[in-house]
Every structure is written in structure tokens, then in C-alpha cells.
Nanobody, 126 residues
Framework: QVQLVESGGGLVQPGGSLRLSCAASGFTLDDYDIGWFRQAPGKEREGVSC????????NYQDSVKGRFTISRDKAKNTVYLQMNSLKPEDTAVYYC???????????????????WGQGTQVTVSS
């Protein structure tokens, strides 16, 4: 019954902003790392950001640091990815994923994550 549903993708111009949502059901954010991943055409899937369940510690890929912010709303069992100063290189299908927390801080290696959403397309183009 575990389910993750992404939403919020779309077409934006370079420098624009977008807020992605990952609505989780069948489990609580209290016990799981939630990660955002993306895959662009011709490229491997890469970790973008993640958030841990305990203290809400976060981790970011270097290329998005200072531009993207991951956050959570436990009441809504939802994780968000606020994306600012978007670049064409950010164009990809974005996925959220979940795995039971193991480390003190979440990790961006996709192999660890068990549950995945369907993805939402983000296109940054002028």
C-alpha cells in the first residue's frame, strides 16, 4: 500500500521557479528517508536531494545547492522540492523515492531507495 505521487512539474523559463510535491501514503515520514532524483535523456539517474525523518537533516547534490530546497510537512505526509534559479540543465523527469532510514543523514544513492513515484517532467527552456 506504499505509494508516492509526484506533482508540480511543468515548463519554466531559465531563472524561474517550480515547486514539486511528493505525497506519501501507506507509511509515515517519521521512519523514512525521502529522496528526489532526476533523469535526463541520455543520462543516468542522479540524486538531487533527500531529507531524513529524525531531525529533518538534508542532503543536496552540488549542482543544486543554494537553488533547491527540500522540506517536509509531516501533517500532510508530503515532501517538497522548491526549485529556484532553474537552469536548462535541470530539465529531467523528477522522481521521489523512499527508504527506511538507516544512516544519520540520508544518502543520494538511488540503489538504496525501495519505493518510487511515477515521476513528473520538469522542462527548463526559453
Amino acid at each position: 500500500q506504499v505509494q508516492l505521487v509526484e506533482s508540480g512539474g511543468g515548463l519554466v523559463q531559465p531563472g524561474g521557479s517550480l515547486r514539486l510535491s511528493c505525497a506519501a501514503s501507506g507509511f509515515t515520514l517519521d521512519d523514512y528517508d525521502i529522496g528526489w532524483f532526476r533523469q535526463a535523456p541520455g543520462k543516468e539517474r542522479e540524486g538531487v536531494s533527500c531529507i531524513s525523518p529524525g531531525d529533518g537533516s538534508t542532503n543536496y547534490q552540488d549542482s543544486v545547492k543554494g537553488r533547491f530546497t527540500i522540506s517536509r510537512d509531516k501533517a500532510k505526509n508530503t515532501v517538497y522540492l522548491q526549485m529556484n534559479s532553474l537552469k536548462p540543465e535541470d530539465t529531467a523527469v523528477y522522481y521521489c523515492a523512499a527508504v527506511r532510514n538507516l544512516f544519520s543523514i540520508c544518502r543520494l544513492g538511488s540503489a538504496r531507495y525501495v519505493y518510487w513515484g511515477q515521476g513528473t517532467q520538469v522542462t527548463v527552456s526559453s
